[in-house]
Structure formats: C-alpha cells, structure tokens
C-alpha cells in the first residue's frame, strides 16, 4: 500500500513540474510597447535618410498610428517582434530592422518542450520548396518538391509575410534569410503547432509531420541532414589550368579570407590562368575593405566604392561619432541637424595596394539575385572601372541606392534589439536607383564553360 501511494505521489509530482515547465509566452502591457514603439520610431525618424522626405516620412508615421491604435491591453513578445518587423519592413532596407527574439524561441524550445519543423526549405523564383527533410519517417522523398501550403495557410502568403518579417516585401534579396528563420519565423507568425501538415505539388493528400524536440531535431539533422557545410572559399581549375574559378561566400574579411586570397592569386599565377571567373552568387556581402583586399589583386588604379556617400546628420549621430569616429564627427560637428551631408570623393577614393601576384587575365563575375551590399558593391566598381564583364541571370538583389553603417539599439521593455542606417550609398553599376547591378551578359541557367 504504501508502495502504491508512493508511486502515485511521484506521479503527481512530475505531472505537476511537467505543467510549470510548459511554455508560457511572455507578455507585455500596452504601456510598455507603446513606449517601447515611440522609442523604435524617434531613432528611425531622427537618423535614417528616408525619413528626410516629407511625403514617406508622413506614410511611415501613419503605419506606425495604425500600429498603436491597433495594441491590445498586452501583447505577447512574438506578436510585437512582427509588428515592429512590418513596420521596418516598410523602409525595404536591408540594413534596417528588429532581431529575432532568440530567447523566446530559446525559452519555448528548450525550457518549455516545444517542437519545430524537422524539414528545411528553399526560395526559388517566389516559391517555396522543400530543401532537406531529415524526419524519423524515412519512407518520404520530399526534398526538391514545391510546397503549396502548410497547415492550410498558402505557401504564397507564407513567403509574403516572411519577406514583411526580415523586410524586403516582395524581393528575392532577402530570401537567404527567409530560409535561415522560416521555422522561427512560421511560430512567430502563426503560433505553436505541434504537426505540419505540407501540401505538396503533385501530392494529392498532405503529407503530415510531426514536430520534433530541440535534442531531438539536431540528432535528426546530424543524422540524415547534409553533412557538408559549403566553403566560405574556394579555388578550381579547369583541366587545362586555363580558367580558374573563385567562389567568396561572403565579404565578411576574416583571418582566412585574407589567406585564402594571398594563396588563391599566388597559385593562379603559378599555373599561368588566363581567365577568371569570380563567384559571388549568393553573397550577402561584408565589409567594404574585404571588396579592397580583393581588387588590390585587380587592377592598380585608384577607385571609389561609391559614387556618393551621404550622412543623415543627427545629435545621435554625433555623439556616436565623436566617441567612434572621430574623422567623420569631424565633417559633420558644425552642420545643422536633420541634413545629409555628402563627402566629396577624395573621401573614400582607394589607391590599391596593388600584390605581386595580381592577375591581368580576363575576370568574369557572376552575379544574381541574392549578390547584395558589399557583393553587389564588387560588381558595381567591375562594372564601372572595366576590369572585367559582369555575367548572371539577373541584377544583384540590391539597390544601386541603399542604406547601411547601422546603429545597434535595444527597446527599453521587450529588450529587443533592432538597427538603423544613418547612411545613404549609391554604388555604381547601373542609372535606375531603384534596381541592381545589371549583367553585362544575361545567361539564365549555365555552367562556367557557357561564360566563355
């Protein structure tokens, strides 16, 4: 008997933790997001270029009324992350927007025993598609299919609201980063599901899939995800050693970019490579030095990175600068607020520290629609300088006129963080402002021996 009651005792007790350690979503009041609201707003409005014309700045105050009218008494932080998400979004800035509320995610995966999708997907041409499937279910072969709904919402809205969320609208640019937050995003946007239920083309029934833990998901992908990670870098040759062929992944300017170029020129010139193509599809860009340390290898010409460079002139910005950045506090210390001042070239003019190991073959880069900032700004002074013909199937997905060197903030309440460009670039490649680099040869689907 008493055996028997223990038991039941240890029963009670563990369903009762199993309840306290359910997740809860953390909830704010009306007054804390409102404030956290006007403050998102004040930094927007007072340091991003956008807001100097009269006409935007008045729509973008209006969405910003619709949002406050619309707060109920309190709100969850997932819900807010989305409307201040869409309401950046608003400014299709890629260099402006709200971080995801990692630890919410944290606190209802981990410590809540939530699940999530064990599936990851793919944007192709507006499109949803399955990118890898790694569910106990082996019986499957779903990776590749296009998905047109889950869990009855359409794929179309799907990725309208995602690309509202990391803000680009209705761009390819941003699609990179659909995929990297489709499953945090699905919860933001539509809340918890413990099942997916995937509409797939040429199915006639949905397929179901259970949602899987944390721990669980991790095994799942180690064991039947890839297992290769793509180089950041990397160099081939043709069988001739005529062509060689260079992908960068990124502009980001690490240890082992520097390397990888010092060693991928040197190799280059050792078997005597007449021609060069150089990858950066799908590059969302970096640092502009890191597009220096590559041309310094291109041409020994002075170049700008930009045709002009504009500062929204703010107290903000100068407090910022004058504890950062000296240099540029000094250009902007005497000007009047709510200005944009634009440097003169001799600015940023570049005098390449032109290497040994340069190549002067001809340079062939590829592009597309996910080449952005600093990769669509390497395309651009190709382009304008003539150092080499610029090939894709279409313009790189930013602007030729954009905005970056962001500010890092965090709201007051909800402790989220976002970022504002206090800058206005426009790079070269192109007229039309609101387009990209265009290709100098237009191939649609190609290998590299098509360029040639």
């Known amino acids: 008997m008493k055996s028997t009651t223990l038991t039941i005792l240890i029963s009670i007790l563990l369903f009762q933790s199993a309840i306290a350690q359910k997740y809860k ?34 729509q973008w105050s209006l969405y910003g009324n619709i949002v406050e009218k619309q707060m109920p008494d309190s709100m969850s932080i997932n819900q807010f992350y989305v409307h201040m998400a869409k ?38 041409d507006h ?36 690309r509202n969320v990391v803000g680009i609208k209705n761009r390819e640019c941003g699609d990179r980063s659909v995929e990297m937050l489709f499953a945090m995003s699905f919860w933001a946007l539509y809340g918890e599901t413990n099942v997916y239920r995937l509409k ?14 944390n721990a669980k998901y991790f095994e799942l992908k180690k064991k039947y995800g890839s297992r290769q990670n793509p180089e ?7 069988d001739d050693q005529q062509l060689a062929k260079m992908s960068i992944a990124s502009f980001y ?62 107290e903000e910005l100068k407090a910022n600068y004058k ?7 000094a250009r902007i210390d005497k000007l009047p607020n709510d200005t944009l001042f634009y440097m003169d070239s001799t600015a940023y003019t570049y005098k390449p520290n032109y290497k040994e190991s340069a190549f002067t073959g001809e340079v062939y880069v590829l592009i597309n629609e996910r080449s952005n900032s600093a990769a669509a700004t390497f395309a651009g002074v190709v382009k304008e300088n003539h150092l080499g013909t610029i090939v894709g199937n279409k313009a790189t997905g930013e602007n030729i006129r954009y905005y970056g060197d962001f500010l890092m903030y965090k709201l007051p309440n909800t402790k989220i963080t976002f970022y504002v460009s206090p800058k206005e670039f426009i790079q070269y490649g192109g007229t039309n402002l609101n387009q990209g680099v265009e290709p100098d040869v237009l191939i649609q689907d190609f290998a590299y021996k098509d360029i040639l």
């Not at 950041?232 to 043709?238: C, E, H, P």
């Open 200 to 213: 797939l083309m040429g199915e006639d029934t949905p397929l179901v899939i259970n949602g899987v833990s």
């Open 323 to 329: 504890q950062k950045r000296p240099e540029l506090y």
């Open 25 to 58: 979503p953390t909830y704010f009041q009306m007054a804390e997001l409102i404030e956290d609201l006007y403050f998102m707003q004040e930094k927007v409005e007072t340091m991003h270029p956008m807001l100097l014309d009269e006409a935007f700045a008045l």
């Open 87 to 124: 309401l950046l979004g608003e400014l299709e800035d890629t260099h402006t927007g709200i971080s995801f509320p990692y630890s919410e995610r944290k606190k209802y995966m981990i410590d809540g025993g939530g699940v999530g999708m064990p599936f990851s997907i793919t944007v192709k």
């Open 253 to 314: 300017g690490d240890e082992q970019y520097n390397q990888f170029l010092k060693d991928a020129f040197q190799e280059i010139k050792s078997k005597g490579s007449k021609q060069l193509i150089i990858d950066v599809r799908n590059n969302p860009g970096g640092r502009s030095r890191a597009v220096d340390s590559l041309l310094n290898y291109l041409t020994d010409k002075s170049y700008s990175q930009y045709k002009s460079i504009g500062i929204r002139v703010s």
């Open 127 to 162: 499109r949803l598609y399955v990118n890898e499937y790694f569910a106990e279910d082996r019986s499957h072969d779903i990776a590749g299919k296009q998905i047109l709904a889950i869990n009855n919402i359409d794929s179309d809205q799907i990725l309208q609201d995602m």
């Open 232 to 238: 950041k870098y990397r160099l081939a040759f043709s």
